[in-house]
């Protein structure tokens, strides 16, 4: 049952890695600004201000779909965290705070 | 754009600002097309003034004035792909002779002629609604609404003045004025000059002519 609730709670937060947040970025800014571009274009060339609205919500919507769940092709780098508790490779040999050798 | 709710509101947030941009777009492009309304004939076909109440128990009787008129308009090209409607009037001017400069000017009648994008907003029936929206049906754009021609047109609004007089007052014109209401962009008036491609109201006043006297009959009322 946890184990159900867990993944639910997962898939609504829908966390992504580093490289997956640049790339929905860079789609949100490309596609929503080419959405408005062709709706503006189509609306004025059919002069249709009602086709216009609907090729900007309607394109509006697909961008949502696509950027907002966390689609796999946003986790396809996940930051490889060093184990827990530190393995027998790793030391805290030269690690320095405020000019002091730890 | 770390977790679901982020990228929400980061799109969202884009999405304002191209929305904001596409109607900012959609204003400009009205002062690309061309406006070149004319009035072809705005005549009275007949005056009278007559004595009558403002309303059922006042006991002041004011003179209404009754202007019957022909108009024939082109409008046509101020329906373009972001026009809601046009509000089209007709207003009576005439100068007060010892006001200096005053003019008096009351609407006789108006009428609100909407483009096909609009029609279901119209406060009609829904019988003549629906003949409305079938009349423009696979249309986004209904110039020939714009031609106006209205014969022997009642007024629907009687005018009189504050004093309560208006028999006999002459220079009086009929004078045609529209709106162009948008769905971006700024509300536009006729205009008196040419600003770019939009031309001025050719034509839009009609040859002044004088209120008769009093007649005897009251103005009917309820």
């Known amino acids: ?102 | 754009m770390y977790s679901s709710i982020v990228r929400i509101q980061n799109t969202f947030g884009f999405f304002t600002t191209v929305a904001f941009c596409i109607a900012a777009l959609i204003a400009a492009s009205d002062f690309f097309s061309p406006r070149a309304p004319t009035v072809n004939s705005l005549k009275t076909t007949s005056v009278q003034v007559v004595r009558g109440r403002p309303h059922y128990y006042s006991t002041k009787k004011e003179e209404y004035a009754i202007i019957k008129f022909s108009l024939d308009a082109d409008l046509s090209d101020l329906f373009t792909w972001n026009t809601k409607q046009v509000f089209v009037y007709v207003t009576a001017e005439w100068p007060e002779i010892n006001g200096g400069n005053t003019t008096n000017k009351a609407v006789i009648w108006d009428s609100i002629i909407t483009s096909p994008s609009a029609d279901h907003l119209t406060n009609l029936g829904p019988a003549s609604k629906k003949k409305l929206i079938k009349s423009a049906k696979g249309k986004s754009i209904d110039k020939s609404r714009g031609k106006l021609s209205i014969k022997n047109q009642r007024p629907k609004y009687q005018i009189t003045h504050p004093t309560g007089k208006v028999a006999s007052k002459d220079g009086v014109q009929l004078k045609l004025h529209y709106n162009v209401q948008p769905w971006v962009g700024p509300l536009t008036w006729n205009q008196d000059k040419h600003i770019g491609l939009w031309k001025a109201l050719k034509n839009g006043v009609s040859k002044s002519f004088k209120f008769p006297a009093v007649k005897a009959k009251d103005i009917p009322r309820a």
């Open chain 1, 1 to 102: 049952m946890d184990q159900v609730l867990d993944r639910v709670r997962e898939g609504a937060e829908g966390q992504i890695d580093f490289e997956g947040q640049k790339l929905a970025e860079l789609i949100v800014n490309i596609s929503l600004s080419l959405v408005g571009a062709i709706a503006f274009i189509v609306g004025y060339l059919q002069q249709d201000i009602k086709l216009a609205l609907y090729i900007a919500l309607g394109g509006s919507a697909m961008v949502f779909v696509a950027v907002v769940p966390a689609w796999p092709f946003f986790k396809r780098n996940p930051v490889k965290w060093l184990p827990v508790g530190g393995g027998a490779q790793v030391q805290a040999a030269n690690l320095v705070v405020d000019e002091k050798a730890m």
